[in-house]
């Protein structure tokens, strides 16, 4: 009788190719690579089932430093091609990678339509606020007025909110998160993977080069507790240095309002709590993000609803069921088959 060993765990390292990573010194990027090798790690992936698929761009890169299998594709169409690997083999554990304007720019279309079908992976959006490949012109992303080389003046385009798009296509799962945050970030990669379905994460990652600093405000350890909330489902919406800030509903407006606690009568019990099941909160949360309002990070919203290539195959194998109950029709040739099931005369 032959002992089988079991095959030792694979650490953090195991998932790094031998590849140069090559991003600009200071780059964020190294920080979301860390905290996906490490999440890789933790949930026991195997490297022979997990896929990388990105489009072009800066963070497009990240199929070739990590060893698993990839697919440095072309632009914006990493969702497409994403989806055609999963209805061919559901059974892969997909990851995708993009920027603000691979993501949001060329790839737009592609990506609402991975999103409203819910196909099982983890989009992971590289939101910089700027082109960094292409030498720093303003992005889909970028705020109103960036100036840049392809806008000397400042841009006049009104931004896209990468969460508000997710959500108004019909995400399942949207959150968000600051690269350099690994603890938080580790957290949600893990909750996205374990999510059914299409998990969206726009990730804050600074450009040292072309948009250094845009983020600080509520990432820079000095500011951030005062102008970034972590959300966590089930607790409540607090933040602050002294922890001693917090949102309430404004219903006269519809919104949320940030107030602090002991000051003109508000008490701690009037501070909402986060249910990341309820998709209206998860929007008013994702459009707070400004000097008046904290930036909300964390998981914003989380439902289950069944995968697209789990319905897909479900569907076929019900007509392949049907179709072994009835006869095979006789097909001479292609007109046999063009002139079954449905035809109209004009």
């Known amino acids: ?74 632009h914006g169409r990493a969702p497409a091609i994403a989806t055609g690997a999963m209805l061919a083999n559901p059974d892969l554990d997909m990851w995708i990678i993009t920027g603000d304007g691979d993501g949001l720019s060329i790839g737009g279309n592609h990506l609402m339509h991975i999103l409203r079908r819910n196909v099982n992976c983890q989009i992971l959006l590289f939101n910089n606020e700027i082109y960094g490949l292409t030498k720093g012109q303003y992005s889909p992303t970028s ?11 400042g841009s006049l385009d009104t931004p896209i909110d990468p969460a508000l798009f997710a959500l108004g296509c019909g995400a399942r799962f949207v959150a968000r998160a600051v690269d350099t945050q690994q603890k938080q970030l580790g957290e949600i990669l893990k909750a996205a993977y374990e999510h059914s379905g299409a998990s969206f994460i726009e990730i804050y990652q600074n450009c040292p080069v072309f948009n250094d600093g845009v983020f600080s405000p509520f990432t820079e350890k000095a500011s951030r507790d005062d102008f970034q909330i972590q959300v966590e489902h089930k607790k409540p919406l607090t933040y602050g240095s002294e922890n001693n800030k917090g949102l309430i509903s404004n219903q006269s407006q519809f919104d949320l309002k940030p107030v602090t606690i002991g000051q003109d009568g508000i008490k701690p019990e009037q ?61 001479s040739g292609i007109n046999d088959v063009l002139r079954q099931g449905f035809n109209w005369e004009v």
């Not at 600009?24 to 905290?35: E, F, N, T, V």
Request: glycine content about 6%; proline content about 6%.
């Open 1 to 74: 009788m032959t002992d089988t060993l079991a095959a030792p765990a694979l650490t953090a390292n195991d998932f790094a190719s031998e590849n140069e990573v090559r991003w600009c010194p200071g780059c964020g990027d190294y920080a979301i690579l860390k905290a996906v090798k490490k999440t890789l790690a933790e949930i026991g992936a195997a490297r022979e089932n997990t896929v990388f698929v990105s489009g072009i761009g800066c963070s497009s890169r990240f199929p070739h430093y990590v060893n698993t299998y990839g697919f440095h594709s072309i």
């Open 143 to 153: 705020h109103f007025a960036t100036r840049s080389p392809s806008s000397p003046s």
């Open 271 to 331: 501070i909402i709590t986060h249910d990341q099941t309820n998709r209206t909160l998860a929007f008013l949360l994702a459009q707070m993000s400004g000097r008046d309002t904290p930036t909300a990070t964390g998981v914003l919203y989380n439902a289950s609803e069944p995968s697209y290539e789990h319905v897909v195959t479900e569907q076929v194998s019900k007509i392949t069921a049907r179709a072994k109950q009835r006869p095979e029709p006789a097909r």
